[in-house]
């Protein structure tokens, strides 16, 4: 396979409009909220605010079959690599899994509202939940039979008539290299083992919106409650490490990148951490992901992240230099060019994103030229 300049501004090479029309004439744009999943050497697989699943070709020129859930789907999709499968989770708690050919493996009815990317979590085939009114639930992989479905943490709020509190956990979980998922429920951080077993919680104090992030190499997780600390914890007990103040809201997502860690703030900028040291390694100015969105790391170990202004930005992972932003513009009638997905990018040169007014795109990376290997 070629190898693509990841250093360079992408090309939108693919686009498609996703359109409901009613029988009197009248369009309606489909909004896209779920990260699709690239499917290597296959295609992408996006799902849609009208519960359609469509598996498209790497172009976004065809489709090779369609689905549709019961009700809208925002949790971005989960690939089983192993057995090719993709599994989707719709709000209505509905969790179905998809083979290449768009036939149902399983489906399952969690019974609670889903808006949080599941996780799968390493050795043991558990695929964890995270779900409105304050559930986890575990399914098993390969059967979507349900293992536990427990209470967790609520928010304070829920005890004196909070109108949002049955909306959390709202963050992703993320899995350790222990095997086990840390979730951030209400003002908690909790680690559950495979079994659905408590083996930790901390107390944070305040909400938590962005998801964890597990930091193989040192054991640490990071949190990064709504107060603008990140907190490295100890993913095995949950004792605090260490943390900063970045001095705004988050509520975007963190990554990890060969020891670097990067954080994004609601005013746009960037603090990266050194992963051994906990320690301020760079800022940018910009660059940080979106509201609810993720940071994104790229194949040469780069970070990209679809920001405010609706465009996706890559920065240098050494320094936080700015290497490219992202131009939707492309002379089409009654097109909104801002995005407002966390990208995906896959191994062969493409980037996929999408908006809530029903544009997806096939970025594609500029192939590496001779000299510049």
């Known amino acids: 396979m070629p190898t693509s300049c990841w250093e360079r501004e992408p090309a939108v090479c693919g686009l498609d409009r996703l359109v409901h029309h009613d029988g009197a004439g009248h369009a309606t744009a489909v909004p896209v909220s779920s990260s699709p999943a690239v499917v290597t050497g296959a295609g992408v697989v996006f799902a849609a605010g009208d519960g359609t699943v469509r598996f498209y070709d790497r172009e976004l020129s065809k489709v090779f079959w369609r689905q549709r859930l019961d009700s809208p789907v925002y949790a971005s999709l989960v690939v089983d690599a192993e057995r090719r499968h993709v599994v989707v989770a719709a709000t209505s708690g509905l969790v179905v ?4 050919r768009g036939s149902v493996v399983w489906s399952t009815e969690t019974g609670v509202p889903v808006y949080a990317t599941p996780t799968r979590l390493p050795g043991s085939d558990v695929l ?15 059967t979507g039979v349900i293992l536990f479905d427990r209470a967790v943490p609520r928010p304070w709020h829920a005890e004196h008539g909070g109108s949002a509190a049955h909306r959390d956990p709202y963050a992703s979980p993320v899995a350790t290299a222990n095997g086990t998922a840390v979730l951030a429920c209400g003002e908690h951080a909790l680690c559950l083992a495979p079994d659905g077993t408590e083996l930790w919680r901390h107390d944070l104090g305040v909400a938590v919106k962005a998801s964890p992030v597990a930091i193989h190499e040192t054991g640490d997780v990071m949190m990064c409650p709504v107060d603008g600390r990140c907190v490295f914890m100890d993913s095995a007990t949950g004792s605090e490490r260490g943390h900063t103040r970045l001095g705004a809201k988050v509520i975007g997502s963190p990554a990890v990148s060969e020891g670097v860690v990067v954080a994004g703030t609601q005013h746009g900028t960037v603090t990266a951490f050194d992963a051994d040291a906990r320690a301020v ?22 970070f990209a992240a679809t920001s ?6 890559a920065l240098r992972r050494a320094d936080g230099g700015f290497l490219w932003e992202t131009t939707q513009v492309l002379g089409l009638v009654e097109h909104e060019t801002a995005m407002d997905i966390t990208p995906v990018v896959g191994p062969d040169g493409s980037m996929y994103c999408a908006s809530y007014t029903g544009s997806i795109y096939h970025f594609r990376f500029q192939p590496t030229r001779e000299e510049d290997q």
């Open 281 to 302: 390694r760079w800022t940018a100015p910009f660059g940080a992901s979106r509201e609810y969105t993720s940071f994104t790391v790229l194949p040469n170990g780069d």
């Open 128 to 142: 964890m939940i995270a779900a409105f009114t304050s559930r986890a639930i575990g399914l098993d992989l390969a």
């Open 308 to 313: 405010t202004r609706g465009n996706i930005v």
């Open 97 to 100: 899994c998809f083979d290449l």
